[in-house]
């Protein structure tokens, strides 16, 4: 399986970007790069998700280096409803294993 | 996104009895569906996958027995959890996707179990 290795935790102020790393480095061609996030107490929230192009929607941006081997998940202007716990997750089949996340505050 | 609902979303019981929690796709066919287990400040584990009509697939080291799931039409899953104990208590989650391949997979709200 492709592991994922994120920071434990991260701080943004209210407002700005918020950028989230993920290191994939063992993900095989085909594998896609997804990421979710978790409010406290609810099911995880789907976000994004590439193969090899950068992705954008209306909720954040994915970038994922030339390499593959690693990808940022970018909140454009982070609010305080933006704090939850971000995974970032290489699918294998059909499986979506969670990792251990990022838990990202956003302080006013 | 399409949205996946669970029942109850909280259920207390004692330790020797079953429950059964109920994940529906309310406006998707989910052929494919997911169990996860989520303790205090960890992640979600994976416990079972399950495809429509088909027996379901289980984690290494998830009793089949103890945690029947069911898949038996493309809007409806059920986690029954026998002869629950403290240690079961955890908050469940399940997902779904749409296909065999699907692109997005999603969650339910979660049903938070508390075995006395």
């Known amino acids: 399986d492709a592991k994922t290795t994120q920071p434990t935790s991260m701080d943004c102020a209210e407002g700005r970007a918020a950028n989230l790393p993920c290191n994939h480095s063992?993900?095989?061609?085909?594998?896609?790069v997804y990421w979710y996030r978790q409010i406290h107490s609810q099911g995880p929230q789907y976000i994004i998700h590439g193969l090899k192009n950068n992705e954008t929607n209306e909720m954040a941006s994915l970038i994922i280096t030339e390499d593959r081997k690693s990808s940022t998940l970018i909140l454009p202007h982070a609010t305080l409803r933006d704090t939850a716990v971000y995974y970032c997750?290489?699918?294998?089949?059909?499986?979506?294993?969670f990792g251990a996340g990022t838990r990202l505050t956003v302080k006013p | 996104g399409a949205v996946v609902s669970q029942h109850p979303s909280r259920v207390i019981c004692k330790s020797g009895t079953s429950v059964k929690i109920e994940c529906r796709s309310l406006?998707?066919?989910?052929?494919?569906m997911f169990w996860y287990r989520q303790f205090p400040k960890q992640s979600l584990m994976l416990m079972a996958t399950?495809?429509?009509?088909?027996?379901?697939?289980?984690e290494q080291g998830v009793e089949k027995d103890k945690f029947l799931i069911n898949h038996a039409s493309l809007t409806l899953s059920t986690l029954t959890v026998t002869s629950a104990h403290p240690e079961d208590s955890s908050f469940y989650i399940c997902g779904g996707g749409q296909g065999i391949s699907y692109n997005e997979q999603f969650f339910g709200p979660g049903t938070r179990l508390t075995v006395l």
């Open positions: 406006d998707f066919q989910a052929t494919t």
């Open positions: 997750i290489v699918r294998v089949g059909n499986d979506m294993r």
């Open positions: 399950s495809n429509e009509g088909s027996k379901a697939t289980y």
């Open positions: 063992t993900i095989s061609g085909n594998e896609y």
